[in-house]
């Protein structure tokens, strides 16, 4: 089946440091990408997608590309903030199907230092 | 844009004691909802998918009389649990999928603890 896998974390950086997270999916149709981005105790919120293959997604700074050659969905930022720091999840979901569901990695926690 | 009101935010029950909570999409129709239950650093578990005037969809290993989902109109799901004991505690976050553009749109997630 459809399946997502993400760096583990937990990611610790400097503010205004370089950021990347890992991101490969499974996937036996042409899914939609997501990332989604969980503060502390809080559900989660979409930060950025991509529907098809070479769209990259963008939001608050962030960036990944849809990389159908290499099944990934890479998460970027190129300065961090300490307002960053939260758990990031990225999924996929198999687009236009009425039975589509989403499907997650494993999250990864990324914490920013001062 | 999209927003789903899910509530209570957090619940502290007795065991033994039923549980609901409600997933309400504001501004947008959804025929289906879904359930996640995520369990501390970890990440979401699909529960079961809710279909407006039909029977929810369970993932396998979640107990269907356990975890009572009800879908009664195009806006609001809500799922029971039911007699729950301490291993329910957990949170919980609903999400609601828009009929027209597929979009997804999640909770704000419930904090249930069972004492």
């Known amino acids: 089946g459809d399946s997502v896998t993400q760096m583990e974390g937990p990611v610790t950086l400097s503010e205004e440091a370089f950021l990347t997270i890992n991101c490969t999916y499974t996937?036996?149709?042409?899914?939609?990408l997501f990332w989604y981005v969980q503060y502390p105790g809080e559900g989660l919120q979409l930060l950025l997608k991509?529907?098809?293959?070479?769209d990259k997604g963008s939001n608050k700074g962030f960036e990944a590309t849809y990389r159908k050659e290499t099944t990934s969905f890479h998460l970027e930022k190129g300065s961090v903030q300490v307002s960053d720091s939260a758990v990031y999840f990225c999924?996929?979901?198999?687009?236009?199907?009425?039975?589509?569901?989403?499907?997650f990695g494993s999250g990864t926690r990324l914490s920013i230092r001062p | 844009g999209a927003v789903v009101s899910q509530h209570p935010s957090r619940v502290i029950c007795k065991s033994g004691t039923s549980v609901k909570i409600e997933c309400r999409s504001l501004?947008?129709?959804?025929?289906?909802m879904f359930w996640y239950r995520q369990f501390p650093k970890q990440s979401l578990m699909l529960m079961a998918t809710?279909?407006?005037?039909?029977?929810?969809?369970?993932e396998q290993g979640v107990e269907k009389d356990k975890f009572l989902i009800n879908h009664a109109s195009l806006t609001l799901s809500t799922l029971t649990v039911t007699s729950a004991h301490p291993e329910d505690s957990s949170f919980y976050i609903c999400?609601?999928?828009?009929?027209?553009?597929?979009?997804?749109?999640f909770g704000s997630g419930t904090r249930l603890t069972v004492v």
């Open positions: 501004d947008f129709q959804a025929t289906t």
């Open positions: 991509a529907t098809k293959a070479d």
């Open positions: 996937a036996t149709g042409y899914p939609s």
């Open positions: 999400s609601a999928r828009d009929d027209v553009n597929y979009g997804y749109t």
């Open positions: 809710s279909n407006e005037g039909s029977k929810a969809t369970y």
């Open positions: 999924a996929l979901s198999d687009r236009g199907s009425s039975a589509s569901k989403i499907i």
